[in-house]
């Protein structure tokens, strides 16, 4: 199967910048799609897409975050970042990493999976 973990979360201050990283581990052939999403505090909150790239490199971004967040990935490593710029207050939320389907092997078998999720990482804008 695959697994993701998520790194680089904190707390900011108000116009700082974070770095998350996301790898993925496991027996990986390769991974389709790979997005942040998030979940900000509060009852009714939904979780919203962020940011999200494509095997090959094309990307898209929620509205609010255009010009301040860069999605980008390292295929060799099977990692995703997101590079955060002049975080707002309203940034603040669990970042979760998601993989909408990959394939692995287990000896010279291959599998094909689905929604695969990162367990969260905390990120806090504030001063």
């Known amino acids: 199967q695959v697994q993701l973990v998520e790194s680089g979360g904190g707390l900011v201050q108000p116009g700082g910048s974070l770095r998350l990283s996301c790898a993925a581990s496991g027996n990986i052939f390769s991974l389709n799609a790979m997005a942040w999403y998030r979940q900000a505090p509060g009852p009714g909150k939904q979780r919203e897409l962020v940011a999200s790239i494509t095997s090959d490199g094309s990307t898209g971004y929620l509205d609010s975050v255009k010009g301040r967040f860069t999605i980008s990935r390292d295929n060799a490593k099977n990692t995703v970042y997101l590079q955060m710029s002049s975080l707002k207050p309203e940034d603040t939320a669990v970042y979760y990493c998601?993989?909408?389907?990959?394939?692995?092997?287990?000896?010279?078998?291959?599998?094909?999976?689905?929604?695969?999720w990162g367990q969260g990482t905390q990120v806090t804008v504030s001063s």
């Open positions: 998601n993989v909408d389907s990959a394939v692995y092997y287990t000896g010279s078998h291959y599998y094909s999976g689905s929604d695969y």
